[in-house]
């Protein structure tokens, strides 16, 4: 049965969340992959935490808030300056550089493309702006609108919702893999983009496919939909 | 209003769930720390992730779950001896010194006290053997009767069911800052026992006390009960 729609992770998988190391180390010099990294984590913690809790903060808010804590327990110093350079560069994080030519190729073969992201409408157009990809996705979608972070099944029911069709007609793409398994959980088709050649998590719940870039994700969808 | 009675968490508040570091380091020179810290947070992860999609399992599972990620993800080999003695250390954890002269002043003291933990009955049975724990608790309260992780609502209603009291009658109790952000959007009152000198968590939330030793726990409910 041909896919009904692709549904695309946004941070990390379209977009390099860790671009904002080199900024990070210009500023804070020797400690920039480590801020990058743990504002990456608390970022995702502080959504999950939210979630469970029932204490929804959007996505903006919670950036802002896990910027602030990894300032305070790597002992930095906390300059508004430095501040807005890291939260406005997280604005405009680069898009992996393959993705233009992957996504038209899917778009070209008229699969309805899609995101479905934590991030917040604004922050999810200013990416999609910034790095021109905004032209191959039909539907944005931000959890926004349910108040509840992926891997909540509030989150992941956007999908169907949306496309009018089960998950499992819908390939959800993503290069974190505790949000492929929440798919997979979820009911969608899922394919792992690994672009970091990381172990799987061990939930007891596998993607149907792993990839290492977009081309196989679009090599993938064709072969679903031939 | 005196309180009715006090909910400790256990793993890394009366137990030291890194006291399994020195066996890692000697199973593993060189990488014990980075395995025992990989372990605890990839644990705690898991707990969130499975609470979110509603895919429980218990906290026995979970943890070996951890391990073997941690063992792939360091590139360590995984013997089943190594395995074993690992996951033994961690079903007879190290509890911290201050624990029995202070636990001892608060039920001397008729405040009833009860672990509520995200650790299977077993789990906890053993560790509170172990240590010599177990004559100081009323209740040994664990998540796996109501199958969600702390921080769900559905775990922290546990205090109040037990007791039969409003949440803001018991005084919660974690080492674990992410644990007393829960309690405390729960409606408990919450003494965090910062034992590492961590920031707070920036949530939005605050405990109504920080402590850095169980004695300070201990100060904190007499004072509340004066």
């Not at 604005?91 to 899609?114: V, W």
């Not at 919702?161 to 390939?171: M, P, Q």
């Not at 792992?192 to 993607?207: A, D």
């Amino acid at each position: 049965m041909p896919l009904k729609a692709i549904a695309f992770d946004a941070y990390g998988t379209l977009f390099d969340v860790y671009s904002v190391s080199s900024m990070a180390e210009e500023l804070f010099p020797g400690k920039g992959a480590q801020l990058a990294a743990l504002w990456r984590d608390k970022q995702i913690e502080y959504t999950r935490l939210r979630t469970l809790c029932h204490q929804y903060a959007d996505f903006w808010q919670v950036t802002g808030d896990a910027l602030d804590y990894s300032f305070t327990a790597l002992g930095l110093d906390l300059a508004p300056s430095s501040r807005n350079r890291l939260m406005g560069q997280y604005a405009e994080l680069s898009a992996f550089s393959e993705n233009a030519g992957q996504l038209k190729r899917l778009k070209d073969a008229g699969i309805a493309l899609s995101i479905l992201s934590n991030g917040t409408p604004w922050m999810l157009d200013q990416a999609l702006k910034a790095s021109g990809l905004d032209e191959y996705f039909e539907h944005v979608l931000s959890v926004d609108a349910v108040k509840r972070f992926k891997t909540a099944p509030e989150a992941y029911q956007m999908g169907p919702d949306t496309f009018g069709c089960d998950a499992t007609d819908i390939l959800f793409v993503s290069s974190n893999c505790w949000d492929i398994c929440g798919a997979t959980w979820f009911g969608y088709r899922t394919i792992w983009l690994n672009r970091y050649g990381l172990p799987l998590e061990r939930l007891g719940v596998k993607p149907h496919q792993i990839g290492a870039s977009l081309k196989d994700v679009a090599d993938y969808a064709m072969e679903l939909n031939n």
